[in-house]
């Protein structure tokens, strides 16, 4: 018996060519994908002209606000301010504008002077300013805002106190520590540092602006929390004299460290206690117990969180002993230079800005600007 022949399988017309047909339908799909997937990716091109103008942007605003002579707005997205007399309208400073509405895909918009808004970036990510406070030299006589316990009928300790000031030439106004926040603020906008004295009812001054860009020197310690220099505060034993823990700082700058007389007679003392403000400098220290005299530079950090909007003074004497006219020669230049170290206005040494043009975070670009005339806020 012959063995039987096995014929190889192989593909009918009709197959070969229904293969080539779905072979050619999922080519064309890929084909169709991959160009849907490089049309999606930015073009290398296009990113780098918008990564050019980020930086042309960021360049030119950091240009103008280097020669910022003051700011009539400083917020977040937002700042508004003058520049010295470039020729352009009317004789005079230039008024600038750059303000982003804070939502993404908002443009950055630049105003100058009375122009209309001109868009510097159609479609904007993030817009962003921060602002990095210093205070500056006072350049007049500092006004100082007298708080008392009744500015219409003033305690024999709070007349002599506005005597004592005034004697140094210093123009004083005299506030109840009970009043508005509205009348608090007006009578801060013409004044330099608010000295607030020990006859006052801390639980009377629940609406004073303590975050005021003006300077505050206290007296009554039991309003520490309340300006964010320390948790709580206490009363020590008195004596004739206080312990300078650190003199050099412009207010006990000459004094020796150690035990200096501050007192003609027996006062008692007012400390610092519990936590104490992440940016206080220590004056002067009971030995064996918390800070007396304490102050915070414009910028620290308070107790509590934030920062001082203005310098800020804590005296080592509150109690309700104090007698001013029991203070030294030594006691009454601590008073004198607490005014005026607390009454330098505040200026902005310079500006962070971070723009973001694109969704990806890679394109974030920041600059650090710094402000030659340390310009204040109006």
Same mark, same amino acid.
């Given at each position: 018996?012959?063995?039987?022949?096995?014929?190889?399988?192989?593909?009918?017309?009709?197959?070969?060519?229904?293969?080539?047909?779905?072979?050619?339908?999922?080519? &064309?799909?890929? $084909?169709?994908?991959?160009?849907?997937?490089?049309?999606?990716?930015?073009?290398?091109?296009?990113?780098?002209?918008?990564?050019?103008?980020?930086?042309? $942007?960021?360049?030119?605003? #950091?240009?103008?606000?280097?020669?910022?002579?003051?700011?009539?707005?400083?917020?977040?997205?937002?700042?508004?301010?003058?520049?010295?007399?470039?020729?352009? &309208?009317?004789?005079?400073?230039?008024?600038?504008?750059?303000?982003?509405?804070?939502?993404?895909?908002?443009?950055?918009?630049?105003?100058?002077?009375?122009?209309?808004?001109?868009?510097?970036?159609?479609?904007?990510?993030?817009? #962003?300013?921060?602002?990095?406070?210093?205070?500056?030299?006072?350049?007049?006589?500092?006004?100082?805002?007298?708080?008392?316990?009744?500015?219409? *009928?003033?305690?024999?300790?709070?007349?002599?106190?506005?005597?004592?000031? @005034?004697?140094?030439?210093?123009?004083?106004?005299?506030?109840?520590?009970?009043?508005? *926040?509205?009348?608090?603020?007006?009578?801060?906008?013409?004044?330099?540092?608010?000295?607030?004295?020990? $006859?006052?009812?801390?639980?009377?001054?629940?609406?004073?602006?303590?975050?005021?860009?003006?300077?505050?020197? =206290? @007296?009554?310690?039991?309003?520490?929390?309340?300006?964010?220099?320390?948790?709580?505060?206490?009363?020590?034993?008195?004596?004739?004299?206080?312990?300078?823990?650190?003199?050099?700082?412009?207010?006990? *700058?000459?004094?020796?460290?150690?035990?200096?007389?501050?007192?003609?007679?027996?006062?008692?003392? =007012?400390?610092?206690? +519990?936590?104490?403000?992440? +940016?206080?400098?220590?004056?002067?220290?009971?030995?064996?117990?918390?800070?007396?005299?304490?102050?915070? @530079?414009?910028?620290?950090?308070?107790?509590?969180?934030?920062?001082?909007?203005?310098?800020?003074? &804590?005296?080592?004497?509150?109690?309700?002993?104090?007698?001013?006219?029991?203070? =030294?020669?030594? +006691?009454?230049?601590?008073?004198?230079?607490?005014?005026?170290?607390?009454?330098?206005?505040?200026?902005? #040494?310079?500006?962070?800005?971070?723009?973001?043009?694109?969704?990806?975070?890679?394109?974030?670009?920041? =600059?650090?600007?710094?402000?030659?005339?340390?310009?204040?806020? #109006?």
């Amino acid at each position: 018996m012959r063995p039987r022949r096995h014929h190889a399988a192989g593909f009918t017309l009709v197959e070969l060519a229904l293969a080539m047909a779905i072979t050619t339908i999922l080519l &064309g799909a890929m $084909t169709s994908a991959v160009l849907l997937a490089s049309h999606a990716l930015p073009d290398e091109d296009d990113l780098s002209e918008r990564t050019a103008a980020a930086i042309a $942007t960021l360049d030119r605003i #950091s240009s103008d606000l280097a020669l910022a002579t003051s700011f009539i707005a400083a917020e977040s997205s937002r700042v508004r301010f003058n520049v010295p007399d470039r020729g352009h &309208g009317d004789p005079g400073l230039e008024k600038i504008v750059y303000k982003w509405a804070g939502t993404p895909g908002d443009p950055l918009l630049l105003r100058y002077n009375a122009c209309p808004n001109v868009t510097l970036c159609e479609s904007v990510q993030e817009f #962003s300013l921060e602002y990095v406070p210093k205070a500056k030299p006072l350049q007049h006589t500092p006004r100082v805002l007298l708080v008392v316990n009744d500015s219409n *009928a003033l305690e024999s300790q709070e007349s002599d106190k506005l005597d004592l000031i @005034e004697s140094w030439g210093f123009p004083v106004e005299v506030i109840t520590d009970d009043e508005s *926040a509205d009348t608090y603020t007006a009578m801060l906008s013409t004044s330099d540092v608010m000295y607030i004295s020990e $006859t006052v009812l801390s639980s009377d001054m629940v609406e004073t602006p303590y975050d005021t860009d003006r300077g505050i020197v =206290t @007296e009554e310690a039991y309003l520490y929390d309340e300006l964010g220099i320390s948790e709580t505060a206490h009363t020590t034993y008195g004596n004739h004299f206080f312990w300078v823990a650190d003199n050099t700082h412009e207010i006990t *700058a000459g004094l020796k460290t150690g035990a200096v007389q501050v007192f003609e007679f027996f006062m008692k003392h =007012t400390y610092a206690d +519990g936590a104490l403000a992440p +940016g206080a400098q220590v004056l002067s220290q009971w030995p064996g117990y918390d800070p007396t005299t304490v102050v915070i @530079e414009v910028g620290a950090e308070l107790w509590g969180g934030g920062q001082a909007g203005a310098r800020r003074v &804590g005296l080592l004497w509150g109690y309700t002993d104090f007698d001013v006219n029991g203070l =030294t020669d030594v +006691g009454h230049r601590l008073v004198r230079r607490a005014i005026v170290w607390a009454a330098a206005p505040v200026g902005i #040494s310079s500006i962070r800005i971070t723009l973001q043009l694109d969704a990806d975070a890679s394109s974030r670009l920041q =600059t650090q600007v710094q402000l030659v005339n340390l310009p204040e806020v #109006s």
